[in-house]
Nanobody
Framework: QVHLVESGGGLVQAGGSLRLTCTAS????????MGWFRQPPGIEKEREFV??????????EYEDTVNGRFAISRENVKNTVYLQMNNLNSADTAIYYC?????????????????WGQGTQVTVAS
């Protein structure tokens, strides 16, 4: 079992930046790929992929609308993964979730992730 806790969310003006942090505890000896997903507000909005990174940190994947603005990274010695978000806009407003997958590659597929955090709210004011 792995327990994930996100932090770093908040309210930011459009064009601003935030850095999200996800810290893992529990069975951290297993090599996990890590991902960030988000769920925008609204009952018809589904959870969507944002970014992912493999265990070594040598491979990353990004959703098209965040590519070039967001950067995912990790520090395995700290059991931590980060999401640096720059040039935020209102479409980035969502609850952001950290997830862990027992796989060797930076998968963008949500059902491949076994463990999920509780989420952190990011609100971008226009």
């Amino acid at each position: 079992q792995v327990h994930l806790v996100e932090s770093g969310g908040g309210l930011v003006q459009a064009g601003g930046s935030l850095r999200l942090t996800c810290t893992a505890s529990g069975n951290t000896d297993t090599r996990y790929a890590m991902g960030w997903f988000r769920q925008p507000p609204g009952i018809e909005k589904e959870r969507e992929f944002v970014a992912s990174i493999n265990w070594k940190g040598s491979s990353t994947e990004y959703e098209d609308t965040v590519n070039g603005r967001f950067a995912i990274s990790r520090e395995n010695v700290k059991n931590t993964v980060y999401l640096q978000m720059n040039n935020l806009n209102s479409a980035d407003t969502a609850i952001y979730y950290c997830a862990a997958a027992i796989t060797d590659y930076a998968t963008p597929i949500d059902y491949e992730y076994e463990y999920w955090g509780q989420g952190t709210q990011v609100t971008v004011a226009s």
